[in-house]
Structures are given as C-alpha cells and as structure tokens.
C-alpha cells in the first residue's frame, strides 16, 4: 500500500536530486563528449531532469568493462552470485519509494502502481532468478562404456538489453535479472523517456556487492546508444522490447554484426473473445476496463480488440460505458488516489488523438472519450475512450495505439471471433470469457498468441512463460526456460579407453 500522501510525493519531488549520469565500470559517468538531454514529466509537460546522452564511444566503454568483469562474474561459485541478487532485490524493495518517484515523474505511472506493482515485480523476478542460479546443471549422456560425454551450459558473454519506458523496473528486471543468474555480463540501455531508475538500480548492485562492470548502464537516444550496442561486435546476445520497427532494426543488426542472439518483445493488438455463454457479463467487463485502460492504455497485451458475441454486446457496451469512469479517471500521478495517468510524451498523445481521429473517419461510433480531459490543459493526458461499429480492417483495429482506446467489434459465431483475433500481424495475447471449458480450451489451441487466458486477464506468474508469436516478437521472458536463452551449450567427449 503507497502510504504517503499527495503533499507528501510533492515535497520529495522537489528534493529528489537523480543521477542521470551513465553506470560504467562501477562509477557514474557523464558521457564521453559532455552531452545530455533533457527529460519532461508527462503530467507537467515541464522538464525535470537531464540524462547523460550515450554515444558509440560510451558504448564502447561499458562493453569493454563488461567484458573485463565475464572471467571472475561467470567463475564465481553460484551461491555467491546467489547471494549478490537477493541481496540486490532486499535493496530494490528498501529503495523502492524512490525508484517509483523516478520514475512516476518520468513516465507518468501513478505512484501507487508504482509502489503496490512494479517495486515488488522487480524484486520478485530477481529473487525467483537467483534461486535457479545452484540448479542449472549440465548432463551426463548415455554412450559407450570406452566414453564418457557430458552437456555444459555456460553464459554468452556480454549481453546487451534494450527496455522500453511502459514498465520501467519491471521490463529491465526481467532481462537483467536471467542474465547476471546464467553469468554473463551485462550493459542496459534504457529509454530515454525513463532512464532514471536504471542508473539507481546499477548503484544498488554494487551497494549489493555485485562486482564493478558486471551491470553497466548507458543512457541516451535508441538511434545512437541504442543502435551501437546492437551493432557492437562483443556483444553476444541483444534482448530487447519496443515497437516491431526497432525489433525489425534489431535483427538486421545483428546480421550486419557479429550474428548475435537477438530475442524481441514487440508489439500487440490483443482481442478480448465475450462468448454467447460468458455467463457473467459484469466479470467480463470488469476485466475488459482493466485490460485496456489500465497504465493508460501503454501495455503491449492491453486488450484493445473486444470481439463480442451479438447477444451480449448491447449488454456489454452499456455496461462498459457506465464503469469506466468509475474505475478511470485522469489525475495527477503523485496523488496516491489516481487511477489514470499521462501518456508518456506529446508525440505519444499526438499519435492517439490522431487515430481517435482515424476511428472517426473510418465509419466507427465514438461512444465515450475521444479528446483531453477539460480538466487538465497541461500534461499529456487522453480520456479513456470505446469506439463500436468497429471492422477488423480498420486502422483502428489493425494498429497498435498504444493509448487507452478500445474498438469493439460485433461477432456472430465461435468461427468468427477466431477468424477475427487471428487476422493481426500480431500475436501476443488473448482473452477468452465462456462457461463451456471445453470450447475455451479449443479457442485457446486455435487462437494465434503466445499467451491466452480463459476467464480472466492480465494475469502472470514467473512459472509461466511469456512473449509472442508472429510479429509480436521472438523471445520469452520469466520462467525458468528463460534462463537457457541466455546460457550456451557445450558438448564434451571423452574416450576412455
């Protein structure tokens, strides 16, 4: 529970003094040739802050660190790596109130998201990580008894991940924390529009007692910092989340590089399938809110596609229409009580006015929303917003906004609802509400996603994978399955006699 108050986040704000400098090496550092940019806070559209801007030179200088610190970080006995990550996630949780403040301010998430959720999820992905580290073992093979063969798996090397600004802490713990437990050596590049949090997670690995260069930080633009860790010849595994754009960059550079592993999270357009027989219409569209406007709607899974069936769409739709004001309504996000939150950016507020815009001009009904809340002429908010008469061939429907917008269609049929959900170039998430388990789990082998829930939404656990199939990206993140992506294999033979 966030147990401060509105004047309370106000006054650390206007103390809180972050270091935007980059983390190379153990040291905070500014950039090589002096540069930094400004960083705005969403709900004030005024800056707040400066980051060191990166160049390929301070790429060149956090990988060369990185490298310098593989030999004794992948050598030490695992229990010690064990204890350096728990240590580090008890330090994430002492220092978890100024973590979110840096990143509310940079990004916009209301602060008790912050603190009842991305705090605790960072924390708890390292824990879970650090506990596989003394349970990843190699194997024995059955051969001849003249041999004797063996299976290693061993860390790449240095690995580079790029995250994205949605889920600060949350999205760079879940690439740090797999890669520091298989050994490798890491340099993160955050997103410039929330970089803050990075640098303070670095400072409190080595307060961990983690080893200088064995988690280095380098802020700045995607196009400079961004692309030199992605085209840097040791560099052996890139991991990335961010648009299918970039995702697509990040493949090529792999291949005008060294080859090197890339996993992509990318983007999505999730349906959200309401059967004839959902039985409860008000669990369906409870979940429905959440999945769609919840952090404003800037999630890769937000379930901005609701196939309805016939029957229950007016239902639905009215009952949709009267909650979500309820539930969502924009607020300044350093008041604990907000629920909704800024966009990002002015772009990002620029680019949902315009397919608000687009949903108009394509023939779609605009039920609610569609415009900046009269409240707030500062700052980058957009009200939460539905749109029905929605056909799957609209931009609306075909295109991640990103934003807090959602487009119902109209279903006649089980068929349909999946012919409908498998027409996207993505393939992240879907949802599925019916009483009939036996349909529901049809539904979930036919749809085309890498994650599917049945009768709920937006739920996760580190024991259960988690990615896309199609253009929502390549990779899985949690699970301990993720630990092999960043781990090698190693086939060794022995003639015995």
């Known amino acids: 529970m966030c147990a401060l108050s509105k004047d309370d986040w106000l006054r650390r704000a206007s103390k809180l003094r972050p270091d935007g400098n980059h983390f190379i090496a153990g040291r905070s550092m500014a950039s090589l040739d002096g540069r930094s940019f400004d960083i705005v806070n969403p709900a004030t559209a005024a800056v707040h802050s400066t980051a060191a801007r990166g160049s390929a030179q301070d790429i060149d200088a956090a990988v060369l660190a990185a490298r310098r610190a593989f030999p004794a970080w992948s050598g030490m006995a695992p229990r010690e790596r064990l ?8 330090r994430i949780e002492a220092d978890g109130e100024n973590l979110a403040l840096m990143d509310t301010l940079d ?17 708890g992905i390292f824990r879970f990580f650090a506990e596989t580290i ?6 024995v093979t059955r051969t001849d008894v003249s041999a004797f063969n063996y ?10 991940a790029i995250t994205p600004w949605n889920f600060p802490l949350t999205q760079a713990a879940g690439k740090i924390a797999p890669a520091l437990a298989a050994g490798n050596t890491l340099v993160l590049k955050p997103s410039e529009e929330s970089p803050l949090s990075a640098t303070r997670m670095a400072q409190l690995f080595i307060e961990a007692g983690g080893p200088p260069g064995v988690f280095n930080v380098v802020n700045g633009l995607g196009a400079e910092a961004g692309k030199a860790l992605a085209l840097h010849m040791d560099v052996a595994k890139i991991a990335f989340t961010g648009s299918v754009a970039v995702g697509r960059k990040m493949m090529v550079y792999s291949g005008e590089s060294n080859l090197k592993h890339v996993a992509t999270e990318l983007g999505g357009k999730s349906p959200q399938i309401i059967l004839a027989d959902v039985g409860d219409v008000d669990f369906a569209v409870d979940c429905a809110i959440h999945g769609i406007f919840g952090n404003t709607g800037q999630v890769c899974n937000a379930a901005s596609r609701m196939l309805v069936h016939a029957s229950v769409h007016d239902e639905f739709v009215e009952k ?5 004001p309820s539930y969502y309504l924009p607020g300044d996000p350093l008041d604990p009580g907000t629920t909704l939150g800024p966009l990002v950016s002015q772009r990002q507020q620029e680019t949902v006015l315009g397919y608000l815009e687009t949903g108009r001009q394509e023939g779609a009904t605009l039920v609610f929303g569609g415009n900046r809340p009269a409240a707030f002429d500062t700052g980058y908010y957009v009200e939460p917003s539905l749109f029905t008469g929605v056909d799957n ?3 609306i429907a075909q295109e991640e906004i990103f934003g807090p917008v959602a487009s119902v269609i109209r279903v006649q049929s089980d068929e349909e609802a999946i012919q409908i959900a498998n027409d996207s170039i993505y393939g992240l998430t ?3 509400f019916t009483r009939d388990l036996a349909k529901a789990h049809r539904l979930a082998r036919d749809i085309q996603a890498g994650v599917v829930w049945i009768n709920t939404i937006n739920e996760s656990d580190m024991t259960m994978p988690w990615g896309g199939v199609k253009q929502s990206g390549n990779g899985r993140d949690n699970c301990l399955a993720t630990m092999y992506s960043y781990l090698q294999t190693k086939s060794v033979w022995t003639k015995l006699a």
């Open 134 to 139: 003394d349970k990843l073992n190699g194997q």
């Open 107 to 123: 990004m916009g998430m209301p602060i008790s998201n912050m603190i009842d959720g991305e705090v605790p999820e960072a924390a």
């Open 83 to 90: 204890r350096v990550l728990m240590d580090f996630a008890d």
């Open 430 to 432: 879907a949802s599925v």
């Open 151 to 160: 299976i290693l798996h061993e860390p790449l090397g240095v690995v580079g």
């Open 393 to 395: 061939g609209m931009r």
């Open 320 to 324: 949709l229409t009267a909650l979500t």
